[in-house]
């Protein structure tokens, strides 16, 4: 019944964007948080002598450019209309409707989670609260040690207002390469009066098929010189995600036949059985054609709650305005996953005496196959193949707690001192583990069909009989990442005059800032599987189940929609991660804790004068930052190679010019140009790291490098900016990075025996009958070392305009639209076996926002589309000797709302998120350009996550 309503109702809301209405709108208060009053703007249909102005969206837009305008360097805002009225529910995904902002999206819920800036990766920004550094990580980042921001921690009500900054300024924080984003909590002077204000929402998601409540209120209020504020929300989701999983690529029997292995993995297939038949294919052939690492279907539910509280006492008067801010927010995250398929990587037959499907008798026997032409992918059906079911279970939780104390004092009507204290904390762990079977020997018919996202398989063996499975396994894994910060900050303004009618405002002052990163990781995978072995397969068979523990899987077809697996009831009675991963399972290669202090000191001013009737501004200065670090971390030590507590210290200093102009050409057209130097410190997982090896099933390591220098780079941007009509903005611009000491991955070939780690350190595969490895077994190393220059170029373009002057209903129209298009840039250059270089992007090499919205009289809508073209996947930045590019395929999101006012203290919405239902995938090209592009054949994953749509009330009382 639930889902009729929803589909009833929805259609029906997003029909009424276009409905005409007559009720006239209110104005509202601007906020107090702008640095300048922000006077209201003329409908261009109005006469001159008569101001309007006007609310929702369309007012936080317009706020938002006046900002825009008002700012020396290059700046954008995002504005709360109201206080507690922020636009969008992701402040994440407010700011990819900002040119040059890319929004990268959390995997599992599909909120959006961080971003990247004109090209540069996500740990290249800083962000701020109130202006004091903050981080924070959830979810699949924790434990990664890379810098930057996870905005789905956070909900938007909280916020006020969001300033993102392009180009440099002496007074912001240093380290943000790509850009500064400074989050705003609001205060109860914003809004001088006493406003409660509310919102009740119930979330569905159509996959998931689940229905969860949201809600929210704010309370401000002033007394005289006194205001307090304090707010709460609760929001809660459930996604359910389904699709098709390669795990890491394709490869041949040819390519992973050879030592060192090239390629995603290593695989032989067995061309020696007597059962083999290659029809009319030859050997070759067959060996040169791909087959996918893993070949599986993936399920998951992803259910999450996040609450999070605001909080500030203000005292103002005319020379006077200190207060106290506090943010508190807890985010939740339980994931349970379903796989199921065939294992492929890993798989060689060397030894017919060994057990069938055990290491040495697991090769896939080719019995009768077939080799698409275009695509030079292996199907059919083949003998000897390894099934694995698991149940993977996570739980993800982050407490972050932020205090600050402010203070601005008007000394005098040209002078103001100001200061802040701040204390910020975020704590984040997860916890989880992965309990799998084994069907060994079974005969396989796999095919792709025309959907890669759901192909096809089957076996005469019973994927529901517990008695088919045996090899039983456990995985678990604990990790905790803490960031604390400490931040404190005077600064002086002073106005004064210059000759020639100029004016001037100084800006000076001192800051500290003081942030220490934890990562302590435990593996508890001896100890549950010393617990596993004791319940004995024939109680793990006992446990199974063949009803699914997630509802509402999309399987498709020609997949089996069970298998035999088990629920988590029983997995946390017997395997819970908590219990498992204890202290004494700490894993010190890969934990440390590094502690960065930096003493500050900017002076910065502003002139503004005239030059020919065109007024000029000018913004100069420079900032001296010095940072000591300090790193704990483990190293291994002696005969026995044992792991010693290790202590290293480093310290730099930076000197950071800035200049920023912007002049009126004329009454509207202003052309803005700034020059700046920035750095962003390394990521502490590369800078902290030890020699590890990340994939047992690959002969590669990695090493951290504590020497690693700040990358820094000097930046030039220009704009034009045309406000041909009030409200509406039409702009280019141009930008220029050039990075000097860039961190850049180097790769060298070395024996095993001189990495210093254990056989166990790689898995059966590199190993004897002894368990040992070769100690003079290649492996690839990656390092990191300062070296060489980067230039990162590109252009945006920018539009929004209200259709004032269109005749009634459709005069409460509008539309937004930015581009953006960056050069190709990666850090290491993509070549193909054939010594042939290719251009690629390591972010996307385009993105555009568009957004239409109509506001009439009681009625509100709005639907946006946000697109990122693909890029070169993280994980494989380079050729593994395949010849195949792993790219993150583009994406593009629709997204809609609608609202009526059912009077001033009133309003019914309803919010539609993803209503493209966007498939998220991977693929593989072939570089050579001989086997197609892959983009919807060669998937390392596809999945969707559905559309969620929201349906609720909003107020004030």
Do not use: C
């Not at 791909?290 to 103002?316: A, M």
């Not at 004791?534 to 006992?542: D, F």
């Amino acid at each position: 019944m639930k889902k009729k309503i929803m589909e009833t109702v929805v259609p029906l809301a997003l029909a009424a964007m276009y409905a005409p209405a007559a009720l006239a709108q209110q104005a509202p208060t601007p906020p107090a948080t702008a640095p300048a009053a922000e006077p209201p703007l003329p409908s261009p249909t109005d006469d001159p002598g008569t101001t309007v102005v006007v609310t929702g969206f369309r007012s936080s837009l317009q706020k938002a450019l006046n900002l825009k305008q008002q700012a020396i360097g290059v700046r954008d805002s995002i504005v709360a209309e109201d206080i507690g009225k922020f636009p969008e529910a992701n402040v994440a995904e407010s700011l990819q409707r900002v040119p040059g902002v890319i929004l990268n999206r959390d995997e599992s819920s599909g909120e959006g989670q961080r971003i990247s800036i004109r090209g540069l990766p996500t740990e290249y920004s800083v962000t701020t609260l109130n202006g004091a550094p903050v981080n924070t990580t959830s979810t699949a980042t924790i434990g990664t040690a890379a810098r930057g921001f996870n905005y789905d921690v956070f909900a938007s009500e909280l916020f006020g207002r969001v300033d993102f900054y392009k180009s440099p300024l002496a007074e912001l924080t240093e380290g943000g390469l790509g850009g500064v984003v400074d989050l705003q909590t609001p205060r109860p002077f914003d809004n001088p009066k006493r406003t409660i204000r509310y919102g009740l929402t119930d979330t569905y998601n159509t996959s998931s098929k689940h229905n969860d409540p949201n809600g929210f209120v704010l309370y401000s209020n002033t007394w005289d010189n006194l205001g307090f504020l304090i707010g709460a929300s609760h929001s809660g989701s459930i996604n359910t995600r389904s699709g098709f999983e390669a795990t890491g690529g394709y490869n041949s029997s040819f390519n992973g036949s050879q030592n060192p292995v090239k390629g995603n993995f290593a695989l032989a297939l067995d061309f020696d059985s007597p059962l083999a038949n290659l029809g009319n294919y030859t050997r070759d052939q067959v060996a040169k054609a791909f087959l996918p690492r893993i070949y599986r279907f993936y399920g998951s539910q992803n259910e999450r709650t996040r609450d999070g509280l605001v909080s500030s006492v203000q005292w103002k008067t005319p020379t006077l305005n200190v207060s106290f801010d506090t943010m508190y927010s807890k985010l939740e995250n339980t994931r349970a996953e379903q796989l199921f398929g065939i294992l492929v990587r890993s798989t060689a037959t060397t030894n017919r005496n060994a057990p069938v499907g055990a290491s040495g008798n697991n090769g896939l026997i080719p019995l009768n196959v077939s080799i698409d032409p275009s695509t030079n992918l292996l199907t059919g059906t083949f003998g000897n193949t390894t099934y694995n079911a698991g149940a993977a279970y996570t739980k993800d939780d982050t407490k972050f707690g932020y205090g600050a104390l402010n203070a601005s004092w008007k000394a005098s009507p040209k002078l103001t001192l100001s200061g802040q204290a701040s204390l910020n904390q975020s704590t984040a762990t997860s916890a989880t583990g992965q309990l799998s079977g084994y069907i060994y020997g079974a005969t396989s018919t796999i095919d792709y069909g025309s959907d890669h996202v759901y192909p096809s398989i089957s076996s005469p063996t019973s994927y529901t009989d517990p008695n088919s499975w045996s090899g039983f396994t456990i995985g678990t894994g604990w990790t905790k990442e803490t960031d604390k910060g400490k931040q404190a900050r005077v600064a002086a303004d002073y106005d004064y005059d210059l000759p020639g009618g100029w004016t001037g405002h100084l800006k000076t002052g001192l800051t500290y800032v003081a942030t220490i990163k934890g990562v302590n990781k435990r593996n508890g995978t001896a100890l549950a599987t010393a617990h596993l072995n004791s319940i004995g397969a024939a109680g793990l068979r006992s446990a199974m189940t063949s009803q699914l523990p997630i509802d509402h899987l999309d399987f498709g077809a020609g997949w089996p929609h069970s298998w035999a697996t088990w629920n988590s009831s029983y997995f946390y009675s017997q395997f819970d991660p908590n219990t498992y991963n204890p202290e004494s399972t700490f894993t010190p290669s890969q934990s440390f804790a590094a502690e960065e202090d930096v003493k500050t000191a900017f002076a910065q001013s502003d002139f503004k004068g005239d030059i020919g009737g065109h007024e000029l501004r000018i913004n100069a200065g420079v900032r001296f930052s010095k940072t000591e670090t300090s790193i704990d971390n483990f190293k291994q030590k002696g005969a026995g190679l044992v792991y010693s507590p290790n202590h290293e210290q480093g310290s730099y200093s930076n000197v950071l010019p800035a200049l920023s102009s912007a002049l009126d050409l004329t009454d509207t057209l202003m052309w803005r140009a700034s020059w700046g130097k920035t750095i962003t410190r390394a990521s502490l997982s590369i800078i902290a790291a030890q020699t590890v090896i990340p994939n047992q099933f690959d002969n590669s390591a990695t090493s951290g490098n504590p020497s690693l220098r700040p990358q820094q780079s000097k930046n030039l941007d220009t704009s034009l900016e045309w406000y041909f009509k009030p409200g509406s903005l039409l702009s280019a611009a141009l930008f220029q990075k050039k990075l000097t000491d860039a961190t850049v991955a180097n790769t060298t070939v070395v024996p095993f025996s001189s990495l210093g780690l254990p056989d166990t350190a790689l898995g059966p595969l590199f190993q004897d009958a002894n368990g040992h490895v070769d100690p003079n077994l290649a492996m690839t190393l990656r390092t990191y070392t300062n070296a060489g220059e980067q230039t990162l170029k590109g252009y945006e373009l920018a539009y929004q305009q209200a259709f004032s002057f269109l005749p009634a209903p459709f005069n409460g129209m509008g539309a937004l639209a930015s581009y953006t298009h960056i050069n190709p840039f990666n850090s290491v250059p993509w070549i193909t076996n054939a010594g042939k270089v290719i251009d690629v992007n390591s972010v996307p090499k385009y993105a555009y926002s568009a957004t239409v919205y109509y506001e009439q009289g009681p009625w509100a809508a709005r639907m946006s589309y946000n697109y990122k073209d693909k890029s070169l996947h993280p994980d494989s930045p380079r050729n593994l000797g395949d010849d195949l590019i792993r790219w993150r395929a583009g994406r593009g999101y629709l997204d809609a709302n609608i609202s009526y006012k059912i009077n001033e203290n009133l309003e019914f919405r309803v919010d539609a998120l993803n209503l493209s239902n966007t498939l998220a995938y991977d693929y593989f090209e072939d570089a050579s350009g001989q086997y197609g592009s892959g983009k919807k054949t060669r998937m390392d994953y596809a999945k969707y996550d559905g559309r969620t749509i929201k349906i609720g009330i909003r107020g004030k009382l």
